[in-house]
């Protein structure tokens, strides 16, 4: 709904106003009366705001809020989703982190978030266009929602790199590390199929840092920068490869897909 004018709103009001006063003069001419100058203008008056009121909150007052609440849900919306991808964006999954963060905490849960960065991204951008480009990141988004669950958050962090929040893996920890490197794996056989692009075959990879969300708090930005570390060391490792996060360097945990397409995989943790 579009919101009124200022011209529309004078209009309106004008039309409301000289309807119900006309109806008024005509009832006052039709019905006998003896009343004074005086009565009859408060009777004018009272009877033109109770006419008026109604028919100005019904025309006018009411659009207008109508179509400023639906403007400002949709400030909202775009402030929190990525308008080519329609996935959260960074914004939106800091929100859904801290919140995921402090549940765990609060559970003792484990949780992880994983960090994707598409490897040949580039090449296709380079030698198809940015439109090859941004549909190859489309595709992605897609995927990863289609297999992700509705408990998860999945957001685009910006470019070619996306999150996937989960907030509930295991109570124990090397369960909950078994099972963050599964779906990592799973989302990068993902990136790996293939799809098509006018009449062109496209492909990307991708490469995926994991975080551990435990009991201890952390901001939720060091998370996403550790993430990001993470999914650094997996691209030095090599393309297809997921990487979880540790202090020590020399106790990472390291877990490198199959190269090629594969079926579609379920995230299933």
């Known amino acids: 709904m579009k919101p009124l004018t200022t011209g529309q ?24 009366h003896e009343a004074s100058t005086y009565a009859e203008a408060v009777m004018d008056t009272a009877s033109l705001v109770t006419l008026s009121i109604p028919a ?12 400023r609440e639906e403007a400002l849900a949709q400030i909202r919306y775009l402030a929190h989703i990525d308008p080519l991808t329609q996935l959260a964006n960074r914004r939106l999954m800091l929100e859904h982190l801290e919140k995921a963060i402090a549940r765990i905490a609060r559970h003792k849960m484990i949780g992880a978030l994983l960090l994707l960065d598409l490897d040949r ?41 996306f999150l996937v929040l989960i907030s509930d893996l295991d109570l124990d920890e090397r369960v909950a590390r078994e099972k963050a490197l599964r779906v990592a794996n799973n989302l990068i056989e993902l990136a790996a199929e293939p799809f098509d692009f006018h009449e062109k075959t496209l492909q990307v990879g991708a490469s ?41 360097v020399d106790k990472s945990y390291r877990s490198c897909a199959p190269p090629g397409p594969t079926a579609t995989p379920k995230l299933g943790i």
């Open 9 to 32: 709103v004078v209009l309106r009001i004008a039309v409301i106003i000289s309807a119900a006063e006309s109806l008024i003069m005509l009832a006052l001419g039709a019905i006998p």
């Open 56 to 67: 100005i909150y019904w025309w006018v007052i009411r659009p207008f809020v109508r179509a």
């Open 121 to 161: 991204f580039k090449p296709i951008n380079d030698t198809y266009g940015h439109d090859a480009g941004d549909a190859s990141l489309v595709e992605i988004a897609g995927r990863m929602q289609s297999v992700t669950r509705s408990e998860d958050v999945v957001a685009r962090l910006g470019g070619d790199e």
């Open 208 to 248: 995926v840092g994991i975080r551990l969300l435990g009991t201890a708090n952390v901001d939720p930005e060091v998370a996403i920068s550790e993430a990001d570390s993470a999914m650094y060391r997996a691209k030095q490792a090599g393309r297809g490869c997921a990487v979880l996060f540790e202090k020590q």
